[in-house]
């Protein structure tokens, strides 16, 4: 159980141009979803808290218009950055927690490779 | 501001050895976990303990919550080739949201 898949796992896209990438909770429904940053041998930099139904949480230093979070459903998260330019380029990794009166515990999916040129 | 101290943050030992790797913060959590993370993947979780002084072991790995729920530790036995990777603590938060405090990671390499 608590499985998380994220679409696509890696993309490549040219400069200006918008990217979605798609966070799906499999076999539970996430009240709550997270979007994390990661460079190299580094470790996860939140970016974003998503909460169904209501407006993301940006951390500090975070762009909203830039980074746009959708979590229009118990089961989906969306994360769309607008007019990606080369420093975008990063391993973005999604996570969702069950229901309230569950545990902290979050599950990440696999991670998407972006690579703006 | 909520950190988490994780050490050390590299490690490269031989095939058998023990090793621990440590968390420690000044903040308590509500519970804490460990992950495990491959090149190019997401973090895999290990392991969640949320009781002060739970000792929690997953084949020779053994993990424990301080009894103030302020530090953690992650102790490897004999330890294989198959366990290199990232490790990760991450602490969660007292609060709403149930963030997650992050520590730095430890790079594990264990030589054949």
């Known amino acids: 159980g608590a499985v998380v898949s994220q679409h696509p796992s890696w993309v490549i896209c040219k400069s200006g141009t918008s990217v979605k990438i798609e966070c799906r909770s499999l076999?539970?429904?996430?009240?709550?979803m997270f979007w994390y940053r990661q460079f190299p041998k580094q470790s996860l930099m939140l970016m974003a808290t998503?909460?169904?139904?209501?407006?993301?949480?940006?951390e500090q230093g975070v762009e909203k218009d830039k980074f746009l979070i959708n979590h229009a459903s118990l089961t989906l998260s969306t994360l769309t950055v607008t007019s990606a330019h080369p420093e975008d380029s990063s391993f973005y990794i999604c996570?969702?927690?069950?229901?309230?009166?569950?545990?902290?515990?979050?599950?990440f999916g696999p991670g998407t490779r972006l690579t703006v040129l | 501001t909520q950190l988490l101290e994780q050490s050390p943050q590299f490690l490269s030992i031989q095939e058998g050895e023990n090793l621990t790797v440590y968390c420690n913060s000044s903040s308590v959590f509500s519970s804490l976990q460990w992950y495990r993370q491959e090149p190019g993947e997401g973090p895999v979780l290990l392991v969640t303990v949320v009781t002060g002084g739970e000792v929690k072991k997953l084949k020779r790995l053994t993990f424990q919550f301080g009894d103030a729920r302020k530090d953690s530790s992650l102790h490897i036995t004999a330890a294989q080739p198959g366990d290199t990777g990232l490790y990760l603590c991450?602490?969660?938060?007292?609060?709403?949201?149930?963030?997650?405090?992050w520590g730095a990671g430890t790079k594990l390499i264990i030589k054949p």
């Open positions: 996570s969702a927690r069950d229901r309230p009166g569950s545990t902290d515990t979050q599950y």
């Open positions: 998503s909460n169904e139904g209501s407006k993301a949480t940006y």
């Open positions: 991450a602490g969660a938060k007292l609060g709403s949201n149930y963030q997650l405090i």
């Open positions: 076999d539970f429904q996430a009240t709550t």
